[in-house]
């Protein structure tokens, strides 16, 4: 007996994307000839990633390994979760299975990109499970601030993993039913071999409110302002705080009016499938406000996080066509700043603020993460063997590997783990056995990957130290100068004002070519590469910058 129990394979876990960050979550597992791909989402790009719109994971081990990959399964329909998918599936169209609301919100998504009749989709139903190669997949119910988040069982021949996806416990959600703990417990009786858990509030201690808090604040918000246009920014995905916010105003008497493309987009969505009740009449199209005084209105739109784009920066920036901040309104946030977007948002806040609006950002927003007590009454419930944090920065799974040994996990079997690392575990071992590419790929357009670090790279330059071109026309075969040297500057110094420097430019560049031209060099690499070194000397000591210089040679 013994004997086979040392030749248990191990299952791998191997994280694509979502640590070392939040967003951009990827995990697949594999066993043997099976490969399950636990959601698909995008992160949005650092400051440093100049033009850059989105990034999404690698999934180049995927691509090598297609024959092994037997599905997606997403646990909710947030962007940091689903985003990815209409790029990922061109190389990698297998099936996706999701709950009702977040496959709703996936095929809307496909719309746009033309994929719906190339793409398999089914609807899984909580305490369902479905086989994929030698692994089960139960959806288990949570909370999470956008309806229908799930976790799951993975059910492997290694042992069973609960993946929690993002989670809170919350008893009184404002739809649907409280997360089944019962289920995890009983997962927990029965041994789980590892729990992957949601690192992002593993900072704060205590529990997480319930999303029904927020609905009392803006309760004492409306009754507070009833003189006043009230505007609520929130995150369009929160199909729950959209439905508070509209229990107030109808309870004040006041029409809503929704505004922003994904809110607009997702709403609807969830109106289709039942996730959210709207009182009839209750809801004008934007071009009817002016039909209403300002204290019978209420605005819900998008742009809590400050993105310029959006419709609450539009409207802070007096650039949106069809409404405009006046002093008496009053603003809501109703969402944290993500962290690293505390400028935009503070920025966006004094733009109303200048305008004459009250802005209102205190009790207005709870998170849809679990603070300590809930991450720590999961493993509580799973018991796991091993403990692997996911969806968090270094510093978060730090956190939480400090939190999972005070509940009992010896050090030895938490793993911290980055991007690409492959994991192995059974109930003998577990250890990393090797690395993936997992860097994570960079859309710009409709290019998919094809800004790598060397055109980031340039792009920064351009950026600090702007370009100089320098134009010459060279006479075929005699290699005489018959036009030029000209230069064209471009974000290094406004040329009007700096004729001199631009002369004795072009003089170092003459110079460089006599030099090139009497030694009779016809090579014009070495040309070009003469012309930017000494034209790049003579600047720096000039001005102390280094512009990028592009020298041209044309022959006539």
């Known amino acids: 007996m013994n004997e086979q129990i040392t030749d248990i394979k191990g299952v791998k876990i191997i994280p ?21 791909v636990v959601d698909c989402g995008l992160s949005f790009p650092d400051d440093e990633m100049l033009g850059i719109d989105l990034v999404i994971p690698d999934v180049t081990y995927l691509k090598d390994n297609i024959s092994k990959v037997k599905g997606f399964v997403i646990t909710h329909g947030h962007e940091d979760h689903i985003g990815a998918l209409p790029y990922v599936l061109r190389d990698i169209n297998v099936p996706i299975y999701a709950t009702k609301l977040t496959i709703g919100i996936i095929e809307n998504k496909f719309k746009e990109h ?4 190339t793409t398999k989709r089914k609807v899984i139903k909580y305490g369902q499970s479905i086989n994929l190669g030698c692994f089960r997949i139960e959806f288990i119910r949570t909370n999470h601030s956008i309806s229908d988040a799930a976790a799951f069982a993975i059910f492997t021949p290694a042992g069973t993993i609960v993946h929690t996806g993002d989670f809170k416990v919350d008893y009184t959600p404002v ?14 009786k029965k041994g789980v071999l590892a729990l992957l858990c949601d690192s992002t509030n593993v900072e704060r201690p205590g529990f997480t409110m319930s999303e029904k808090t927020v609905g009392k604040v803006f309760d004492n918000i409306f009754a507070d302002n009833v003189r006043s246009r009230i505007i609520v920014a929130t995150f369009a995905s929160n199909v729950d705080r959209v439905q508070q916010i509209i229990n107030s105003a109808a309870k004040f008497g006041r029409k809503v009016v929704i505004e922003g493309r994904s809110m607009v987009n997702i709403i609807s969505i969830a109106q289709d499938l039942g996730y959210i009740n709207i009182p009839d009449n209750i809801l004008i199209e934007i071009e009817q406000m002016k039909n209403y005084p300002d204290e019978q209105l209420t605005l819900i739109t998008t742009g809590s996080q400050g993105e310029s784009m959006a419709a609450l920066s539009r409207m802070a920036a007096s650039i949106h066509k069809k409404v405009t901040i006046k ?21 966006v806040i004094n733009e109303l603020s200048m305008k004459g609006a009250k802005v209102i950002f205190q009790d207005t927003h709870v998170s849809g993460h679990a603070c300590q007590e809930e991450i720590k009454l999961i493993y509580a419930l ?53 690395k993936v590419p997992a860097q994570g790929v960079l859309v710009d357009g409709l290019g998919v990957g094809d800004v790598g670090n060397i055109v980031l790279r340039d792009r920064q330059h351009l950026a600090e130290n702007g370009l100089i071109i320098v134009v010459v026309t060279l006479e075929k075969y005699s290699n005489q100068i018959l036009s030029g ?26 110079s460089a070519l006599e030099r090139c031209l009497n030694k009779n060099t ?4 070495k040309i070009k590469s003469e012309v930017k070194d000494s034209l790049s000397d003579y600047l720096w000591k000039r001005t102390k910058r280094n512009p990028m210089i592009l020298p041209i040679i044309m022959e006539v």
Not at 114 to 117: P, S, T
Not at 420 to 432: C, F, I, N, R
């Open 114 to 117: 033309n994929l719906l009749k």
């Open 327 to 347: 002093p008496g309104d009053t603003v809501i946030f109703s969402s944290n700043p993500i962290p690293g977007n505390e400028k935009q948002v503070s920025k």
């Open 522 to 525: 016809s090579d014009w690499g």
């Open 382 to 434: 799973t018991k796991p063997q091993y403990a692997v944090p996911i969806h968090g920065e270094y510093r978060h799974l730090m956190k939480h590997a400090e939190l999972a040994q005070t509940m009992g996990i010896p050090k030895e079997n938490v793993f911290i783990i980055s991007s690409g690392d492959v994991l192995e575990m059974s109930k003998e071992k577990a250890g990393l056995v090797g």
């Open 485 to 510: 040297p000209d230069i064209v500057s471009r974000g290094f110094v406004y040329v009007r004002e700096s004729e001199n420097l631009m002369d004795e430019a072009k003089e170092v560049v003459y």
């Open 16 to 36: 694509l994307g979502g640590l070392e960050q939040i967003g951009m979550n990827m995990t697949a597992f594999e066993y043997e000839d099976s490969i399950i």
């Open 175 to 188: 739809f649907g039913n409280i997360i089944d703990l019962q289920r995890f417990g009983e997962l927990g």
